[in-house]
């Protein structure tokens, strides 16, 4: 390639990076060095046939070879084609005379039959173009066909692709002579400054450049030449009186339950306990970590449907599953902002004076993900930054919403901002998932980027200052898995310090933060890994007690006294130096009222503040009727067995974690499957694509209930998993046992039938309490550690078949065999209301197998009761039915069902094995998996699914147990991500994958 060749290519990236795309295009036609296909199949998709002509025209033209006379002939045919379509006569007509007339000689017979197309009613009856469809997918097969007679065509040989090129790699030359230029001065050691680029360096040795009030001249749009590689040291874990300074927050002080797997955390500025955290699940939390006490909550809703793009409301119809990216105070600690994985920027105003929390702001910010957004405050003014999937920053007043600047330039999707002010110049940096580091100014010139620079390694990172705001750091992984954390001079671009001792593994990007003027942590290897930022060795390497996942997400509080940390199983530890230590002990005056009780919302909003409720999600989002649901397209399923032969499964259940199911056997058997965190699944999450371990300890021992020997007796087998998946309460129509999920030991047993035991659950306050529902009709308050009948509830008249707490409302809501509903209040274990499920006349006597199922809303104010006839959702306080879904229309009736874990669906399986997904706004069917897309053949006609069980954190998996002892997890095919209906043509439910 020739030297003139590649700085034409080098041009033409400064186009590019420059956002100069129609300067690039000229360069491409005026030149004929390089074809863009991306650019030539948009003109092509956009019907912008002159445009397409006159590019494809620069490189070829209608008589050159056979190719180009195929192409020019197919494009000129596909505008014809598209003029008949609109009738447009007079256009077809001269198209034919003056675009396709040179063809005809080639082909006089084709030509004749184009003509004849203008006398057709619709040219689609002719037989050649019965397929013809609509235009866009006709646009699509033509773009399929150029683009292989472009690739044949000798003149577009070396010319369709692009060769291979550093990024900035024109900036790059010029800076390396300027450096250069900058060494042969007679004192290369001063900081140069470059004023033209019109002739060469020459060192102005003028105090006036070391005081100059422009000191950041990281603006000079200078990139570095190299940047600095990072070696990796090997890390041996050390102990904390190991060379660890006294301040550095070192000690568990606490460890606390997360409602779903959090996603992102970040301590208030000014209340340096106050932790605000985003979740899995589009869920916004704020806790006070000297209390523990969750003092917001938030789930995500719509605030005002009129401002949201009718896109996005289509999507999230279609997918309501949504999670938070990033959640961020302002500087002042007055505003927090939230942004989720789809488009949608949230504002709250904290008024810590009156200590309580209110909507601010809505923002459709982005197309896609929002992945991060920051504050700054020119011109007195709160702004608030976002970036996102689109490749652009985006910057709003936080008051108003209105859009004040758009920033474009990044090559990728833009990964984090980074907002400072110096010197009274506020400016943020910008990094992509490519490694590109942009930064930007608030100015009306719309120059585009002050400067471009190059992550370590193009890593996708984060950038973040000391707490003086004099020092700048940044840590990241690349797509090789090479991670690094290093200091940059933030005045000329340049790396000062690369630190050491980071691994390389590419399963996760490594998180870090700051503390004060002396620490950097950053979350690598299962361990805390601490740095003092004059020292590029490792300082000491904590693993906190253990339990952390590879690469935990890690936030210092601004005082650098407690220390954030997430861990497995959905929970966040807090470490402390001696002084956060103290803090921790101090009551929380900073996060109560002069009452003493905790933050609360204001109060008109005070309900919306919590969770969108059942009844109000339908003001928000119209859901469309299903007279019948529809078919799945495709689902993967995953069977798992057992080493040894076992009865039906009666009962099931996924760990809260995600990362095991729990099947409890008619013969009293507990099967135990868990899947193992590694680079392909990094939390251990159930999942088909990886078959997971039958778990067992050591001992080869195993879970088995005492059983009821008595053959006349009804049994209902029934357990309950505490909520650090630690201990499992079980009975079988015996005495009820207290199992260690860790060991298999079987700590106590209690209860000794008759009553038997015939539904559980563990009050959520206290695991140490258990509501049994019994087959005498009473419900007992039993702790099972002390072995001790708290309180014994009588009211209902049936055997007991279900039981759910609302912690918020605090009440107990029992259901019996007879369809009879009670609440209990659980401060006084007093009855407050009781009602009856409404069964038709004639549909359905109550009988003693027939079982009523509570599940509470994850709003804590609506619960599902799931009977053998229908589905009903009830309002908790008034037990006012909302909202039913009878089976009447349908043969086969209920077996089991469950809540979606965002309570967007609900899951049901019906005797005859369909499976049936609801959507939980109006409980009207959606779709229907019939059993042959997710039994094996060799299952036999016997075998069906008893019991249903949803994953805690992905909200379109759910796991069945079956009539043979075997437990089959289903969810939708990779392709679609989520349940979608059956393409047309579809011959059969041969789409499975069985992974035995």
């Known amino acids: 390639m020739s030297l003139s060749r590649d700085l034409l290519f080098l041009i033409r990236q400064f186009c590019k990076d420059e956002n100069l795309h129609k300067t690039a295009h000229m360069l491409e036609k005026e030149t004929s060095f ?92 002719h037989h050649s173009l019965s397929t013809y469809g609509d235009i866009i997918s006709a646009r699509r097969r033509l773009m399929d066909e150029v683009k292989a007679l472009l690739e044949a065509n000798p003149h577009f040989r070396r010319k369709i692709k692009l060769p291979n090129m550093e990024t900035t790699r024109l900036r790059r030359l010029i800076n390396q002579s300027l450096n250069w230029q900058h060494s042969q001065c007679g004192r290369s050691e001063c900081v140069p400054q470059i004023n033209s680029l019109l002739f060469d360096h020459k060192l102005v040795t003028s105090e006036a450049i070391k005081d100059s009030t422009n ?142 929390i209110e909507k601010q702001l809505e923002i459709d910010a982005h197309l896609g993900g929002v992945h991060d957004l920051a504050f700054s405050s020119p011109y007195d003014q709160i702004l608030v930054i976002t970036c996102g999937e689109d490749k652009l920053i985006q910057v709003w007043d936080s008051m108003t919403g209105s859009k004040q600047y758009t920033c474009e330039g990044h090559g990728s999707p833009v990964y984090s901002l980074c907002a400072h002010l110096k010197e009274d110049i506020h400016f943020v940096f910008s990094t992509s998932t490519n490694g590109e580091i942009k930064a930007w100014m608030f100015d009306n010139d719309n120059t585009g980027p002050r400067v471009a620079l190059d992550a370590p390694g193009h890593s996708c990172m984060r950038m973040a200052y000391s707490a003086d705001g004099k020092r700048l750091f940044s840590c990241g992984t690349n797509e090789d898995g090479d991670s690094y954390l290093v200091e940059w001079d933030d005045t000329e671009g340049s790396i ?132 019948k649901p529809t078919q799945v397209s495709r689902c993967k399923s995953l069977r798992l067995t057992a080493e040894f032969k076992t009865n039906r499964i009666c009962r099931l259940l996924y760990t809260n974690a995600g990362n095991g199911i729990l099947a409890l056997a008619a013969d009293g058997i507990h099967l135990f499957w868990k899947w193992p965190g590694n680079g392909y699944n990094d939390y251990g999450q159930a999942t088909t694509n990886r078959p997971p371990c039958l778990w067992h300890p050591k001992t080869g021992s195993i879970m088995v209930n005492d059983l009821n020997n008595d053959p006349y007796q009804i049994v209902s087998p029934c357990f309950a998993l505490s909520k650090n998946d630690s201990y499992l309460v079980s009975a079988s129509g015996g005495m009820v046992s207290l199992f260690n999920i860790v060991n298999f030991e079987k700590v106590r047993r209690c209860l000794l039938p008759p009553p038997t035991a015939t539904c559980m659950a563990f009050y959520p306050p206290d695991n140490n309490l258990v509501a049994i529902g019994m087959d005498d009709s009473t419900v007992l308050i039993y702790n ?213």
């Open 496 to 627: 000062t310090q690369s630190y050491h001792g980071l691994s390389k593994s590419s399963a996760a990007i490594v998180q870090f933060s700051t503390s004060r003027n002396r620490f950097l942590v950053a979350g690598d290897e299962h361990l805390l890994k601490f740095w003092e930022m004059d020292n590029v060795k490792i300082l000491v390497s904590l693993d906190a007690d253990g339990g952390l996942p590879a690469k935990p997400y890690v936030c210092f509080n601004k005082e650098g006294t407690l220390l954030a940390v997430f861990a497995d199983d959905s929970k966040i530890k807090i470490l402390a130096n001696d002084i956060g230590t103290q803090l921790l002990q101090t009551l929380p005056s900073g996060s109560v009222d002069s009452t003493g009780r905790p933050c609360r919302s204001s109060g008109k909003d005070d309900q919306n503040m919590k969770c969108l409720g059942i009844s109000e999600l339908n003001n928000h989002l119209s859901t469309k009727e299903y007279a």
């Open 784 to 996: 099972v550690r002390d072995s001790e009948l708290m309180t014994r509830l009588s009211g209902h008249l049936k055997r007991i078949s279900g039981l759910a707490f609302s912690n918020s409302l605090k009440v107990l809501v029992s259901a019996a065999v007879d369809s009879q509903i009670i609440v209990w209040d659980t401060i006084t274990w007093e009855k407050k209301k009781s009602i009856s499920m409404q069964i038709s006349v004639g549909w359905w006597l109550p009988s003693e197998t027939s079982e009523t199922v509570i599940q509470f809303h994850k709003d804590q104010l609506h619960f599902l009761a799931i009977h053998e006839t229908q589905l009903a959702m009830y309002e908790s306080r008034s037990l006012e039915r909302i909202r039913q879904w009878n089976t009447r229309d349908f043969c086969a009736r209920i077996s089991s069902g469950t809540f979606s874990c965002d309570n967007q669906l609900v899951f049901v399986v019906m005797r005859d094995g369909i499976v049936m997904i609801l959507s939980a706004l109006d409980l009207s069917p959606r779709f229907r998996i019939d059993p042959s897309a997710y039994l094996p053949p060799s299952s036999g006609h016997h075998v069906y699914p008893v019991v249903i069980a949803a994953h805690p954190q992905k909200s379109n998996q759910f796991a069945l147990g079956l009539s043979n002892g075997d437990v089959i997890v289903v969810e939708p095919h990779e392709s679609e991500g989520k349940w979608t209906i059956l393409p047309p043509f579809h011959n059969g439910p041969g789409n499975r994958i069985i992974i035995d």
């Open 215 to 356: 000191a950041f001249r990281i603006f000079s749009r200078m990139p570095v030449d190299k940047v600095v590689s990072q070696t990796n040291v090997p890390v041996q874990s050390q102990n904390l009186d190991v060379n660890c300074p006294e301040d550095l927050p070192g000690k568990v002080e606490r460890c606390m339950d997360m409602s779903s797997l959090p996603t992102s955390m970040d301590f208030h500025p000014l209340k340096g306990t106050l932790l605000l955290v985003g979740n899995i699940n589009g869920e916004t939390e704020l806790w006070d970590v000297r209390s523990e006490v969750k003092f917001f909550w938030n789930a995500f809703m719509i605030w005002k449907r009129e401002t949201i793009s009718s896109s996005f409301l289509i999507d999230y119809n279609q997918n309501p599953q949504i999670s938070v990216n990033r959640v961020l105070w302002s500087p002042d600690g007055s505003i927090f902002g939230v942004a989720y994985s789809k488009q949608i920027v949230q504002l709250y105003c904290y008024h810590a004076t009156g200590n309580y």
């Open 34 to 125: 390089y074809f863009d296909m991306n650019y030539f199949e948009e003109l092509v998709l956009s019907g912008n046939w002159s445009e397409v002509e006159a590019y494809l025209s620069s490189f070829t033209t209608p008589d050159s070879n056979e190719y180009s006379i195929k192409m020019y002939f197919e494009i000129r045919k596909q505008k014809f084609l598209e003029a008949l379509d609109r009738q447009d006569l007079a256009l077809a007509l001269d198209i034919l005379l003056k675009d396709l007339k040179c063809f005809a000689s080639s082909n006089e017979h084709l030509y004749k039959e184009m003509a004849w197309l203008l006398t057709m009613e619709d040219f689609r009856k």
